[in-house]
């Protein structure tokens, strides 16, 4: 069973890796065939798990294994609320907040909510939308890597833990201000 990806969803035979798969995909051939945001969407639900651990994002309490069935949006949705305080670049000698990383998260969440929270059955994106949505999800993945040094903003600890940053220095995360 191949871990679903971008790449393999952007791949010739992605069908073959997708379950229930009904259709070529929509990103290959010249007929556009209608596409399911639902498998942008669970490719954002496990990545941003990691996210949400590595930069020890907090979140209510739900019962038992709701906490387990969070999906992209939760955890999006966090990201962009704690990130106008804890989601910031260096500008000579000051922090600010990294506001067009931002941008390209808020951009996502709102694609993958209109697009990515459809039945499971329902193949009705049609391919300049799957185009769309897949690029709008890599950037928001890419917007949490410091372009610069190419390292995730989890990268390093630094200053007695207060944060975690890039290998350069330039992209931090501060713990616990959101
Ligand atoms: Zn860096």
Request: with cysteine; net charge positive; charged share 25%.
């Given at each position: 069973m191949?871990?679903?990806?971008?790449?393999?969803?952007r791949?010739?035979?992605?069908a073959?890796?997708?379950?229930?798969?009904?259709?070529?995909?929509?990103?290959?051939?010249?007929?556009?065939?209608?596409?399911?945001?639902?498998?942008?969407?669970?490719?954002?639900?496990?990545?941003?798990?990691?996210?949400a651990?590595?930069?020890?994002?907090?979140?209510?309490?739900?019962?038992?294994?709701?906490?387990?069935?969070?999906?992209?949006?939760?955890?999006?949705?966090?990201?962009?609320?704690?990130?106008?305080?804890?989601?910031q670049?260096?500008?000579?000698?000051?922090?600010?907040?990294?506001?067009?990383?931002?941008?390209?998260?808020?951009?996502?969440?709102?694609?993958?909510?209109?697009?990515?929270?459809?039945?499971?059955?329902?193949?009705?994106?049609?391919?300049?939308?799957?185009?769309?949505?897949?690029?709008?999800?890599?950037?928001?993945?890419e917007?949490?890597?410091?372009s610069?040094c190419?390292?995730?903003?989890?990268?390093?600890?630094a200053?007695?833990?207060?944060?975690?940053?890039?290998?350069?220095g330039?992209?931090?995360?501060?713990?616990?201000?959101?």
């Amino acid at each position: 069973m191949h871990r679903i990806s971008f790449a393999i969803l952007r791949s010739e035979n992605a069908a073959s890796y997708l379950p229930n798969a009904l259709s070529p995909h929509p990103l290959q051939g010249t007929t556009p065939q209608p596409w399911r945001g639902n498998d942008a969407r669970k490719i954002m639900d496990v990545e941003l798990v990691t996210v949400a651990q590595k930069l020890e994002l907090r979140f209510p309490y739900l019962r038992g294994e709701k906490n387990d069935q969070r999906m992209a949006h939760d955890f999006l949705e966090r990201l962009i609320g704690d990130g106008s305080k804890c989601l910031q670049k260096k500008d000579g000698d000051k922090w600010i907040c990294d506001t067009g990383r931002l941008a390209l998260l808020e951009k996502a969440d709102g694609l993958l909510l209109s697009w990515g929270n459809r039945g499971s059955h329902s193949f009705d994106l049609v391919r300049p939308e799957a185009t769309k949505l897949i690029d709008s999800c890599e950037q928001a993945l890419e917007a949490l890597k410091c372009s610069g040094c190419g390292k995730p903003l989890w990268f390093a600890d630094a200053a007695g833990a207060e944060w975690v940053q890039c290998q350069c220095g330039e992209l931090r995360w501060r713990y616990g201000k959101g």
